[in-house]
């Protein structure tokens, strides 16, 4: 174990400045990268924010997210006091009156008392969002504060990060693979452990504009500057296509069959690691000989790429030493998703690249409660309560919380089980939620929603009765874990330098509503760092011998762990110190026993995207176009930070890109205003034609609201004529309830008139 390099330390004075250095998280919202930071605060107003270029992953790197810090914080639109309203008067702005905690408190301990009285406590569930800090306190607000398992992310498929963590458990019985970008070395690239990758394999991702789950995109420009090839395979033109040795610009929803074509090659051509692939892998003859069914040449057909460039691709990636895998939203936003998941997994394994120097690494550290707390289902017994679970158990049992597509179906039972809602870091009808209107419909038959947020959101004006207000990260102490923890290679503190308003953290305010509610769990810490160190850090050790705390984290900025390639070799991947890896057969399993014991395929198999050219003709004929959403922006983490000026200066309106053939047909033009619509639904967005996009392809953005506009239903900022997910079908997911067809819809677009105030919003964003 060793801690970070830095020569200054957590704060001090320069001039009439207090600089407090601290890691990135959220909110504002982020993936935990932990982007390091300087915060330079004068009379205690946070004024400025810097890079700070000791941190050893970012070194003084940060994205606009970051250096918007100040308006974030001091933003008009944030609410700094708890606010209630009678939950007769939900979607009335004006409602809203301001309390105090102990008011709010006492409303919400006296409503999980009635409901766990007159329903069970089962009958309150904690909606979560994607990312944000909050999340990881999902599970812990549901299990340990209010004493029900049931968890819910509300995407249909759980299509984010989900069918990827639940393929690699099935296939390596790990957790999430990363590339190996030297996050885990005090002095990064310099340490002599790591090798630089020859190849990265980008497949729909794109890191450097999302740094997703604790990869720190920049890296990529990095390895990028040092010589690393790119593959990449988007239907875009991005920054990483741009500069690849090749790009695969592939029909969006086909991935699955350019994985198989691509492991085909590999084996065919006789380019696995032999070695390898006998010691540590279960059902290779299997795996080749279902690979074998998806030639090349019925890939490229599918997925309307050359077969040449297939072919190219896949040696180059097989034949590099070492080489990375990135994969990314795309595979998961699919019903076929976990299939997709299997062949990248298979890819790293047969060549060799799975926990070596420079290709794709694995955690193993006892990380105790550094992940999301799923292990706060106390009893454990209580995980047969969660709601999904008879119907879609893989996933639920795999992931721990409840189905999102059953919770739709049962909150809208007349007799359903639910009866509370409790929203953290969850801005559902903005996003992630597909058929948004039927979400908000079915949310208001609860009897009593709370939720902690920053600012006024859709979700919050709609449904909910109870505001609580959280914090920023630049006013609270807290530490940031790459990938929560998963790969177990980076801790950094997050140090509170300002108070701004009545806000609280989330951890102060599941504290003290579990010190109210469950005393016996909760009465024994009295502030969040002695929660933090006793449940969170505790298993982690010094390199002293101690158990880590946030005073080593403040003192030394980071803790890096000892890591250790190859941890299959050494029994550092089992609990019981034999060689091999978590799965039932102790190796990577390229038949998996555990999809078959699902009731799914052992191996991986194509099925083309629920509506396609291919598959449904007739609806292609009316809706032509494939559409992918959630493409990434510079400015903003899903729905957040549409107030904050800076980057609504830089980004101010929703985009959709098109190929200029696909404009010029239906006489669009770029800047025109547009409707996208479906059988499902319509939104509108504003048109960006890009020489670069995938003909028959659009590409458009995620998330979108504006605060600025009337917040009182039924407009709630006008989030319905924004919001591309109005077009996602319903339960149209896999076999075993995972992923669902947000990166393979079809539709068309017209052109829509302009909003009405667009001259109003660009005088205020753009002076």
Known sequence: MAFGTFTTPVSWQEGDYTVTRTNSWSPPGDHPTGAGMLLY????????????????????ALPIRMLSLPEYVYSPYRILHPLRRDPARRGDDAAWEQCTWDEAYDLVVENVRRCTEQYGSNSIATFVGTGREAGNWGPTMSCRVFNSPNVVYMQSGWSCYGPRMACTSYVLGAPYPELDYASQYPTSYDDPRWQRPEVILIWGKEPLKSNPDGFWGHSIVDMYAMGTKFIVVDPRLTWEAARADIWLQVRPGTDA???MAFCNVIISEDLYDHDFVEKWCFGFEQFAERVQTMSVAEAAKICEVPERKIVEAARLYATAKPAALQWGLAVDQKPNGIQMGFCCLAMMAITG????????????????????????????????????????????RTQQFTHPDVVLDELEKEDSLFHMGFFTSANAIANPCNLPKRWEEALARLEFNVVMDIVMTPTAE??????????TYAERDMYVATHYGACGTWIGAIKKAVTVGEAKSDITIMRELGTRLRPELWERYRTDIEYIDDQKLCTLKTPDGRPLTMQDLFDHGTYHVDYEYR??????????????????????????TMLEAWGDDPLPYYEEPPTSPHATPEYAAEYPLVLSTGARTWSYFHSEQRHVPLLREVEPWPLVDINPKDAEKRG?????????????????????????QKEGALASQHGWWYPEREASAPSLFDVYEVNVNNLVPYKTIGKLGWGAPFKCLMCKISLAEPPADIDKIEEVYHG
């Open 567 to 592: 941890k299959y070799e050494k029994g550092l991947l089992r609990p019981d110190g034999q060689p091999g890896f978590m799965t039932p057969t102790g190796r990577i399993e390229l038949y998996s």
């Open 462 to 471: 709609a449904v909910c009765d109870l505001f609580l207000p959280v914090n």
């Open 353 to 396: 690249n799975i926990d070596n120097p420079g290709g794709n690494i694995m955690g193993a550290i006892d990380i105790g409660g550094l992940g999301s707390g799923y292990t706060d289902l106390d009893p454990q017994s209580k995980i047969n309560e969660q709601v999904g679970v008879d119907e879609y158990p893989a996933m639920v």
């Open 41 to 60: 605060v004068k009379d205690g107003v946070l004024e400025k924010v810097e890079g700070d270029p000791q941190q050893s992953i970012t070194k003084g």
């Open 668 to 692: 669009l033009h770029d800047g025109d205003w547009v409707w996208l619509e479906n059988d499902v639904g319509r939104c509108k967005m504003k048109l960006s034609v890009k020489p670069g």
């Open 257 to 259: 069959a350019l994985g």
